[in-house]
């Protein structure tokens, strides 16, 4: 398995326009993670899903924040209007659900909003 | 509510010397900790957990409920050593959320 994949690793938006962050769990993981990292607040949990079900939300910053997992294999994380605030690096990662089980992390998407 | 503090943000050894890095939860069940590392240009993986009581790259981490931490502790310091480190709680009782404190930057100086 080639590990939780995330696209597009960097991307460069203006303010205003809409941002869609993917996300490729590893297979048979059944638990979903979306993070954020920043110097200022370190990595702050946005929002998980388990069986592909959104569990806990309330990290998501704004309305203008959503994220949908349409099937076990896929996750996006949608940011519209997209603000210079939300310029950032989002982590995926996926674990079993359940147990003292890891989380692996994609490699992360760095966001860019001018 | 669950939470993890880290109340260093940067901390900086010597190579040789003793390194301990801080992590204090808020739980009010039974937690899951575990550390995670992030060397440069490399994705976030785990270290270690706490239930597993082992020793990962030198690095030993004991929980103590009587006063809320899981502090990562290693006797020498390497520079190899020199990452960002993030402590991390884990429910239990169905929920399964992961929260992270907010990460300490070390480095190890030659």
């Known amino acids: 398995d080639a590990g939780v994949i995330q696209s597009p690793r960097h991307e460069v938006t203006e303010m205003g326009q809409e941002v869609t962050l993917r996300c490729k769990p590893i297979s048979g993981h059944n638990s979903l993670f979306w993070y954020r990292q920043t110097m200022m607040r370190g990595l702050e949990l946005l929002i998980y899903f388990n069986n592909n079900v959104p569990i806990d939300d309330s990290g998501m910053p704004e309305d203008r924040f959503s994220a949908k997992m349409p099937n076990a294999s896929f996750s996006t994380l949608k940011i519209q209007p997209s603000e210079p605030r939300d310029s950032a690096v989002y982590f995926c990662a996926s674990s079993l659900f359940q147990g003292n089980t890891e989380a692996f992390f994609g490699q992360g998407t760095r966001l860019t909003v001018v | 509510a669950q939470r993890v503090t880290q109340p260093e943000k940067l901390l900086s050894v010597f190579k040789g010397a003793p390194v301990e890095l801080k992590c204090n939860y808020s739980?009010?069940?039974?937690?899951?900790l575990f550390w995670y590392v992030q060397y440069s240009r490399q994705r976030l993986q785990l270290l270690l957990r706490h239930i597993s009581r082992e020793s990962i790259k030198g690095f030993t981490a004991d929980l103590n409920k009587g006063e809320t931490s899981f502090h990562l502790k290693k006797p020498f310091a390497q520079e190899e050593d020199s990452a960002m480190y993030y402590c991390?709680?884990?429910?239990?009782?169905?929920?399964?959320?992961?929260?992270f404190g907010k990460g300490t930057k070390l480095t190890v100086n030659p």
């Open positions: 739980y009010s069940g039974s937690p899951e």
């Open positions: 991390a709680l884990k429910s239990q009782g169905g929920s399964e959320k992961l929260v």
